[in-house]
């Protein structure tokens, strides 16, 4: 099993060198933010057909968890202007994708060695359902990603409390449900050998570099 890595122990040299140690790391996490970020916002299919302007399917689980789709709760809400609703439905930009992750790993305690290990997790769901990423998707497939992995990982993941209060369209029970689902869907081949993680971490590094 993955586990995460262990924090590196302060030296009593100072407090300039735990200082500077404090932010190589700090920038090393935020650069792995920015990097699935990146390549989130790459597979995000938008949900208005420029030509026609119609909305396209959305693609959600399976049939029966059409409940929690964050489409029909937008288009369904009076209290909305259409202009909000296009608003809620359009492509996100790349700077929400990074704060909405960083949220995610602020309220959790997630490391930046979750992300790789997360997104592989996120490519083997998409690639069992041929689904593409979507506004009104992205988030709770994000949010399901890393609390499995962190899971996997054996740290500390979020509270369905928590997530509540990060992306409270959903509950407790909603999220508990959609984990069950996202778990079925992968069939629950949740083990990346150490040389897939390997590569997938280096690509993540590489990036960062590039």
């Known amino acids: 099993m993955l586990t995460a890595p262990r924090p590196l122990r302060r030296q009593n040299s100072g407090s300039s060198s735990d200082s500077s140690i404090d932010s190589a790391k700090s920038n090393q996490s935020t650069d792995y933010v920015k990097v699935f970020a990146s390549l ?21 689980f399976v049939k029966e968890f059409h409940q929690f789709s964050e489409l029909n709760r937008v288009l369904s809400n009076e209290k909305l202007t259409d202009d909000e609703k296009l608003k809620l439905i359009a492509l996100p ?4 994708i990074r704060k909405f992750i960083r949220a995610y790993l602020d309220v959790s305690g997630g490391h930046k060695d979750l992300l790789p290990y997360a997104f592989e997790l996120l490519r083997r769901f998409l690639s069992n359902t041929c689904w593409k990423l979507q506004p009104t998707n992205w988030k709770i497939l994000v949010i399901l990603s890393l609390k499995v992995a962190q899971k996997k990982m054996g ?56």
């Open 155 to 210: 740290s500390y993941y979020v509270s369905a409390q928590s997530l509540n209060l990060l992306y409270p369209i959903y509950s407790e029970k909603d999220y508990a449900e959609l984990e069950a689902q996202f778990l079925g869907i992968l069939d629950f081949n949740l083990h990346i050998h150490k040389s897939e993680y390997a590569a997938v971490h280096s690509f993540f590094t590489c990036y960062t570099q590039s």
């Open 40 to 60: 989130l916002q790459k597979k995000i299919k938008p949900l208005i057909d420029p030509v026609t302007k119609q909305c396209c399917k959305e693609h959600f």
């Open 93 to 96: 930009e790349r700077t929400n």
